[in-house]
Nanobody, 124 residues
Framework: QVQLVESGGGLVQAGGSLRLSCAASGGGFGDYGMGWFRQAPGKEREFVAVIRWGGGMIYYADSVKGRFTLSRDNAQNTVYLQMNSLKPEDTAVYYC?????????????????WGQGTQVTVSS
């Protein structure tokens, strides 16, 4: 059974940094896409970044480009989201998810497995 466990969220002041981790277990993920999404209260879940396990392709939402960096450790089946220069508008619950196949997609509907989420709060 595939499981995703996020960690690393917390409270940080604007301009600060956090690193989120997503540990995956229970499957061979091949070249599947691994994405990060976030959801703020009263808003829809939005795409943040995505990477394929096989590497090479990383995409970011325009709102985080230049501030967030996605990386992976295949040996540990873990994906990291380094978040720098955080802003209050980055406040949300952050989720990692595994896509249905070897795709790097921004659409939440194309992801099969989701973690429980980790809260990120950025104070002004």
């Amino acid at each position: 059974q595939v499981q995703l466990v996020e960690s690393g969220g917390g409270l940080v002041q604007a301009g600060g940094s956090l690193r989120l981790s997503c540990a995956a277990s229970g499957g061979g993920f091949g070249d599947y896409g691994m994405g990060w999404f976030r959801q703020a209260p009263g808003k829809e879940r939005e795409f943040v970044a995505v990477i394929r396990w096989g590497g090479g392709m990383i995409y970011y939402a325009d709102s985080v480009k230049g501030r967030f960096t996605l990386s992976r450790d295949n040996a540990q089946n873990t994906v990291y989201l380094q978040m720098n220069s955080l802003k209050p508008e980055d406040t949300a619950v952050y989720y990692c998810a595994i896509a249905r196949g070897p795709i790097a997609t921004r659409s939440p509907s194309l992801y099969n497995y989701w973690g429980q989420g980790t809260q990120v709060t950025v104070s002004s």
